[in-house]
């Protein structure tokens, strides 16, 4: 089983940046494809970013390529989301998932997630 915990979010102005960071417990967190996704309010759930499990593949949604950049460091059980270049469009819960079934787009297939992590970005 895999617990994850998400930080880093806060309050940026548009064009700014942050970097989230998430935590998993266990000791299988090298066996699981992880995955960013977000939740404005009012909207459904949507895919950010994924990334395979030793970190050789990632894969962003069209809204965030360039501007987003996922990775993870596998000895500190720690996925990561580089966000620059923030726009307001971009408010939204973060959220952290593990996959053992490889790289997904879709959350339904996500076997553990994290509690969120507020992103505001301010115009």
């Known amino acids: 089983q895999v617990q994850l915990v998400e930080s880093g979010g806060g309050l940026v102005q548009a064009g700014g940046s942050l970097r989230l960071s998430c935590a998993a417990s266990?000791?299988?967190?090298?066996?699981?494809?992880m995955g960013w996704f977000r939740q404005a309010p009012g909207k459904e759930r949507e895919f950010v970013a994924g990334?395979?499990?030793?970190?050789?593949?990632?894969y962003y949604a069209g809204s965030v390529n360039g501007r987003f950049t996922i990775s993870r460091d596998n000895a500190k059980n720690t996925v990561f989301l580089q966000m620059n270049s923030l726009k307001p469009e971009d408010t939204a819960v973060y959220y952290c998932?593990?996959?053992?079934?490889?790289?997904?787009?879709?959350?339904?297939?996500?076997?553990?997630w994290g509690q969120g992590t507020q992103v505001t970005v301010s115009s």
């Open positions: 998932a593990a996959d053992r079934s490889g790289l997904s787009r879709i959350g339904d297939e996500y076997d553990y």
């Open positions: 266990g000791r299988t967190f090298s066996s699981y494809s």
């Open positions: 990334i395979d499990r030793s970190g050789g593949l990632t």
